[in-house]
C-alpha cells in the first residue's frame, strides 16, 4: 500500500494548520472548564467523543466490509488511546490552568520528538523539558499532584495518539479510519460517563449543546486537522510544531477564563515553547538537503 510522501508544498502549509488545531482544541477546552460548574469533566469527554464520533460517522458513512484486519487493528488501538487522553485531559484540566495542563500534556509529543531524532545533539532540548517539568512539579510550585499526574498520563496518551493516528492516517485513504477510531473511543467511554454523571445530564439537558460544542472545537475539528497535517510531515516535525499548545492555551485561559498563571508555571511553559523552537530550527536545517528530487524518489519507494 502506498502512502502519501510528504511534499515541500504541504510541509510549508502545515504550520498554518497546526495553529488551527491548537487554537481550536484550545478554545474546546475553555469551554469545557467553564461547564465544571453544572457537569464534571468525566461527562463532557464522554460527550465530546460521543457526538463527534456520531457527526464524522454521518459525514464519512465508512464500509466496514473492505476494512482489513490490520486496519482494525489500528483504528481500534487509536479509539481506545482517544479514549484514556480524552479522560486524562479533561480531568487535568479542572484540577490546572489551561496553559499548565497543556504544558504537560505537550511533554509527551516532545519526547516522542527527541527519541525519533536519534541525535545527541536534542539531549539539550529534553534537558530543557525536563527543567520545565521540575519548575512545575518541584516544592513552592503549588500545584496539586493529581492533576500533575493526570497531565502525565494525558502526555504519554498524547504521544501514543501521534504514532497511532499517522499510522491510521498511512492505512486509509480517507476519513474511515479516524470515523471507526472515535466510534471506538466513544463506545469505551460513554457507559463511565453515563454511569458518573448521567443523572446530572438528565437534570440539565442544555449541557447537551456544551457537549457538541465541545466536540466540534475540541476533537472533530483537531483530530481532522491532526490527521491532514501527519499526512504532509513526519512524526517527529509534528511533535515539534505542537509547542506552540502551552502559549496559545495561556492566551485562551486568560482571555474567556481569567486564569492567572505565577511567573514559574510562565517560565515552565516558555522552555517547552523555546525546546519545541529550537527543535523545529535543526530539524527545518537537517532535512533542507534531503529535500531534492533524488530524495522524494528515495522516500517514495521506501513508503511501498
Known amino acids: 500500500m502506498k502512502t502519501p510522501s510528504p511534499t515541500l508544498q504541504g510541509a510549508a502549509a502545515a504550520p498554518v494548520l497546526m495553529l488551527a488545531q491548537i487554537i481550536s482544541l484550545q478554545a474546546g477546552s475553555a469551554v469545557a472548564k467553564e461547564a465544571y460548574a453544572v457537569i464534571g469533566p468525566t461527562a463532557l469527554a464522554g460527550m465530546r467523543l460521543v457526538f463527534s464520533a456520531a457527526i464524522l460517522w454521518v459525514l464519512v458513512r465508512p464500509r466496514l466490509r473492505g476494512v482489513t484486519a490490520r486496519q482494525w487493528r489500528a483504528a481500534i488501538s487509536l479509539g481506545l488511546v482517544f479514549a484514556a487522553m480524552n479522560l486524562a485531559y479533561f480531568q487535568a484540566i479542572s484540577r490546572l490552568p489551561i496553559g499548565v495542563a497543556a504544558t504537560l500534556e505537550l511533554l509527551g509529543p516532545l519526547a516522542l520528538s527527541i527519541v525519533l531524532s536519534r541525535r545527541l545533539e536534542h539531549l539539550a532540548v529534553a534537558l530543557v523539558a525536563l527543567a520545565s517539568v521540575l519548575?512545575?512539579?518541584?516544592?513552592?510550585?503549588?500545584?496539586?499532584?493529581?492533576?500533575?499526574?493526570?497531565?502525565?498520563?494525558?502526555?504519554?496518551?498524547?504521544?501514543?495518539?501521534?504514532?497511532?493516528?499517522?499510522?491510521?492516517?498511512?492505512?486509509?485513504?480517507?476519513?474511515?479510519?479516524?470515523?471507526?477510531?472515535?466510534?471506538?473511543?466513544?463506545?469505551?467511554?460513554?457507559?463511565?460517563?453515563?454511569?458518573?454523571?448521567?443523572?446530572?445530564?438528565?437534570?440539565?439537558?442544555?449541557?447537551?449543546?456544551?457537549?457538541?460544542?465541545?466536540?466540534?472545537?475540541?476533537?472533530?475539528?483537531?483530530?481532522?486537522?491532526?490527521?491532514?497535517v501527519l499526512r504532509r510531515i513526519d512524526t517527529r516535525a509534528f511533535g515539534v510544531l505542537l509547542a506552540l499548545s502551552p502559549a496559545v492555551g495561556a492566551g485562551v485561559g486568560y482571555v474567556l477564563l481569567h486564569e492567572q498563571l505565577t511567573a514559574r508555571q510562565l517560565c515552565a511553559m516558555a522552555l517547552v515553547v523555546l525546546a519545541g523552537a529550537w527543535s523545529m530550527r535543526r530539524a527545518t536545517r537537517g532535512r533542507a538537503p534531503a529535500d531534492g528530487p533524488g530524495a522524494r524518489t528515495a522516500r517514495s519507494h521506501r513508503s511501498v
Open 135 to 228: 519548575l512545575l512539579t518541584t516544592p513552592g510550585a503549588s500545584l496539586p499532584t493529581a492533576g500533575i499526574l493526570l497531565g502525565g498520563a494525558a502526555a504519554l496518551c498524547r504521544a501514543g495518539y501521534v504514532v497511532l493516528s499517522r499510522r491510521v492516517g498511512q492505512l486509509f485513504s480517507d476519513w474511515t479510519g479516524l470515523a471507526l477510531a472515535l466510534a471506538c473511543g466513544a463506545c469505551v467511554l460513554a457507559p463511565v460517563a453515563t454511569v458518573t454523571d448521567g443523572n446530572v445530564v438528565a437534570a440539565h439537558p442544555a449541557v447537551l449543546g456544551t457537549g457538541l460544542l465541545v466536540a466540534l472545537l475540541s476533537s472533530l475539528i483537531p483530530y481532522s486537522l491532526d490527521m491532514t
